[in-house]
DNA sequence: GACCGAGTTGGTAAGCTCAACTAACAAACA
DNA sequence: TGTTTGTTAGTTGAGCTTACCAACTCGGTC
């Protein structure tokens, strides 16, 4: 039999009454602090704790470049022999390679530097949260936009918008140079695991298998996710964003993506970041398309804050009006923020009614609203990524699908 | 050289355009679907799978009890002999004892029955929440409690509050007939992964070490955390909530507890669920003991809530009393709703005051301002575990904290 | 200035350990 | 005889340690 695992592993010194009376011959398998998920699931196999450590040599490589072996052992706190290892198996999948010597003079053997083939493979990523138009892109694995095309919707709802989709996909895989990693959609709407749309209003879209019709198709992976969800991943990834963050998409609609603990949340039915129709403040407010009265989206949404700029004459109305829409969301996104703890909100959407008035005043209304000392450096930006960020977004889960990288 | 890895692992049919131009050599090794973390950040070791599929078998132990060594193969997909294997273990350990042979009349060998060794260890949990008084018991590896003990706050703060908790602690580990398996504490407040509480006003105490302090003294495993983060534990074990829930405790404040994917919420201060002072509503309100007016603690805590209802005459004026304050919540809830798509929100707290009008206007007004068809769904009632919610949660961090389970 | 040994760093090869697996089998039942 | 349980024996896979070679710098020596 082996040896029992009677150990103790609290720190605290063999001093206490404890210590003396009662043998606690239990190690810790799953520490609380860790932020570990409370009930395991699934069985693990040692081939799991390969797969995770190759996806930490692509990320160590993804993130830092241009490394040898030896420093992505260092980093990774592998052994050198288990990182070249790996990398064997990565190099003759093509997805490394030896980029040649490191320049400078040290002591020791030169390195030999390695990366990801950044130009071996493309990405397909696609915005169908747009108004009027599906619009796509080629990206290469570090979200560079190689080339673009996109299709009017032209009213289209229904099969024609996926038969659009279809189109807008062909074209796009045409236009790449290298074989596609795989293919990702940013929806708006609600969206499942699965990659089954299961409502999208303005594309009268009801339990469309999205995925599955694309995987027909295109014999590649494929990840379809909400559109806000897909644009936090991309403000995550290629911004400089760190702790939890909420991204809050202005168009003509009103929806947000949420990131916690670098994990996207989907919701108990898919339908986190659906804060278009809260009602917003107790003093009214104008009728919205879904029947209630003062949603989000009734103060916030573009057509309906253009259409209130219409009516002001000087700057100072129109600053009014943008301020109040900022309050709005301020006052809608203050117990979010509260039971949340976010480190940071990033607005996605036209620069033009975003920054300025509105997203001062919603930072404002956020500080009156909540403790400062819990959110005193809550961070408010609109994102740098403009019009992109949901395309960039679609291709940041299909490097994450296929290469558990970000 | 090992064989290459080059399969694909689209479950499309091989006939899209993709299939015949480009061959994606590459396998999913962190599938988005999964909601595994985006970034992997630390190495795997066989060792660790070891340890969670240890877990796995207790868990199974743990919430289906009497279970054969086939049975748990059969639940987690592990083999019969590598759950023998870790049975023994865990056996050598004193977690696990064999009951005797399964009953009744069936082909076959008879089983073994395995469980859980329920009186083996015991645990030492404590709610520091309460106003007056600290609250403990000793309780078993099924959370039931066994015995208590309580000691009078009387006005103490800072470093005597601390003592006091000292003092509880040691009269419990006195009354503990088993070895403990490890100490939680629910302490109002912040407190981090660490076990320091960083502020917790009630208590006058900022950057306590609690968790370390008590380590001194006992000998044992000490796991510290915001009550209501704790009760909200205590609602998912003892309950029989399954999806993403929120846990308002209602008292002489008002506090929040996250429980997302099963894994509690932390925020990026560890300030997540402090509710109480966001401001609710656009019309005004009394002035809060943080300076701000309309904070949700002055709608609900239970000290302004009694004083209202003082100045009552007739049952109807109560009633209505208590569904603003009903109201109020289900107006600070509305966005956290919308936002996190929760399935679930439980109160604790007095039942006079929570339980009948305020509960029912609190969910009106959810209804009211959130839409039906993502929310329709979302469950809000009463906690079950009544006063002793906070103690439990604590336990559930201990168990959860060495033995993986809950 | 050329040379040579010592020290340093990078990468690989061989063999070990651990953990889960498959295959096979004995025990105990209908 | 067939079924189910639990164990024994041996295999596979993954990362580890140990040991080694390769290729460089540095500093002393001829």
Chains 1, 2 share one sequence.
């Not at 390679?97 to 030169?110: A, H, S």
């Not at 990840?223 to 911004?239: I, Q, R």
């Not at 809608?332 to 607005?347: D, F, K, M, S, Y």
Request: charged share 20%; aromatic share 4%.
């Amino acid at each position: 039999m082996k040896e029992s695992r009677a150990v103790r592993e609290s720190s605290a010194d063999s001093t206490g009454v404890l210590a003396a009376s009662s043998p606690i011959p239990v190690r810790s398998s799953a520490p609380f602090a860790d932020g570990r998920a409370l009930r395991p699931s699934t069985k693990v196999l040692p081939e799991h704790a390969r797969g995770h450590n190759r996806s930490l040599v692509l990320q160590t490589l993804y993130t830092a470049g241009q490394q040898s072996r030896a420093d992505v052992a260092r980093g990774t706190g592998l052994t050198r022999v288990t990182v070249s290892d790996l990398v064997t198996e990565l190099m003759a999948e093509g997805l490394v390679i030896e980029t040649g010597q490191r320049e400078g003079t040290r002591p020791g053997k030169p390195a030999t530097l390695l990366d990801i083939d950044r130009g071996a493979f493309q990405i397909v990523g696609m915005d169908l949260s747009q108004y009027s138009v599906f619009r796509g892109a080629v990206l290469d694995l570090d979200g560079k936009i190689l080339s673009r095309a996109e299709i009017p919707l032209a009213g289209s709802i229904g099969a024609d918008a996926v038969e659009k989709v279809l189109t807008l996909t062909e074209r796009l895989v045409e236009l790449s140079t290298a074989p596609i990693l795989g293919i990702g959609i940013g929806s708006p709407g609600v969206v499942d695991l699965s990659g089954v749309v299961l409502t999208a209003p303005n594309l009268g879209w009801t339990d469309v298998h999205l995925r599955q019709m694309l995987a027909e198709r295109f014999g590649a992976p494929i990840v379809v996710a909400n559109d806000a969800n897909a644009a936090v991943l991309a403000e995550h990834s290629f911004g400089d964003a760190n702790g939890d963050m909420m991204l809050v998409k202005v168009g003509h609609g009103v929806g947000a993506g949420l990131l916690l603990g670098g994990t996207p949340l989907f919701g108990s039915h898919f339908a986190a970041g659906e804060i278009g129709h809260v009602v917003v403040g107790t003093d009214g407010g104008a009728e919205c398309s879904c029947g209630k009265f003062g949603c989000l989206e009734t103060w916030l949404a573009t057509p309906r804050l253009d259409a209130k700029l219409e009516l002001t004459t000087t700057p100072t109305e129109a600053r009014m009006v943008l301020r109040e829409a900022g309050q709005r969301l301020g006052i809608a996104l203050a117990p979010v923020v509260g039971a949340l703890n976010l480190a940071e909100i990033v607005l996605s959407g036209p620069p033009e009614l975003l920054d300025g008035p509105l997203i001062e005043a919603t930072l404002e209304t956020l500080r009156n609203r909540t403790m400062a000392e819990f959110h005193g450096d809550l961070a408010l930006r609109l994102t740098t990524l403009g019009d992109d960020i949901v395309l960039r977004g679609a291709a940041v889960m299909v490097i994450s699908a296929q290469l558990g990288v970000s």
